[in-house]
């Protein structure tokens, strides 16, 4: 079966530090997401891409995080100069229709920063 | 944007016994409603959703009703096994819009 694929697993840093995450979504899959999940906690939406651009972002989502879809088949989640409460497990999902349907979730980058 | 309310945020029950966790959402346009189940440390998995062109849905244990008047549905497992231990997470979202929104999660145990 096709799966989302993140790297790295775990990403340690330094706050203020520049942070970027990666993402391979499913090969046939056309919309892509990040959400963020804080220990024990909900999953929360941070934004959507669709045809190379963002299609919606949520409040947390600020001039701090970026995306990107440098080529093909990655999908990138940048963080300018992470602060501490940006501690969190980061999930790339993937779906081939609008809506969320049937959304597939990658495994996570579990980042802490210190 | 998209309000889901999650009940209850932890639910314990034994084997065997069925469980219902609920969900509201507040925004009418939403039509599409899925359930994610998350095991300890690992990716939330789709395991049934639901249109809202349909009140129920079943899979085999899992089950979900949907009530778009009164805007809440609900995850319906029966004879529970341990190996259901998990979170759970509803979610809403509108099919020309992609920001699908998480309810808060509810801690099932199942104790044998």
């Known amino acids: 079966e096709p799966e989302v694929t993140q790297t790295p697993s775990h990403q340690v840093t330094q706050m203020g530090q520049e942070v970027i995450l990666r993402c391979v979504p499913i090969s046939n899959h056309l919309y892509f997401y990040w959400y963020r999940q804080i220990l024990g906690q909900k999953v929360e939406f941070l934004v959507s891409?669709?045809?190379?651009?963002?299609?919606?972002k949520s409040e947390i989502f600020d001039d701090q995080f970026s995306v990107e879809r440098p080529d093909g088949s990655n999908f990138t989640l940048k963080i300018r100069s992470t602060k501490l409460e940006d501690s969190a497990m980061y999930f790339c999902?993937?779906?081939?229709?609008?809506?969320?349907?049937?959304?597939?979730f990658g495994s996570g980058t579990q980042l802490s920063v210190l | 944007g998209e309000n889901v309310e999650q009940h209850p945020s932890t639910l314990s029950v034994q084997e065997g016994d069925s469980a219902v966790i609920k969900c509201t959402y507040s925004?009418?346009?939403?039509?599409?409603f899925p359930w994610y189940k998350q095991e300890l440390g690992k990716r939330p998995q789709l395991i049934i959703d639901?249109?809202?062109?349909?009140g129920e849905k079943k899979d085999q244990r899992i089950a979900v009703t949907l009530n778009k008047t009164a805007k809440h549905f609900s995850l319906h497992i029966t004879e529970t096994q341990p190996e259901d231990s998990a979170v759970y997470f509803c979610?809403?979202?509108?099919?020309?819009?992609?920001?699908?929104?998480f309810g808060a999660g509810t801690r099932l145990t199942v104790k044998p």
């Open positions: 999902a993937s779906a081939r229709d609008p809506g969320g349907e049937k959304l597939f």
């Open positions: 925004d009418s346009a939403s039509n599409y």
């Open positions: 639901i249109r809202s062109n349909v």
């Open positions: 979610a809403a979202s509108k099919s020309r819009d992609n920001d699908m929104r």
């Open positions: 891409f669709y045809n190379n651009e963002i299609s919606e």
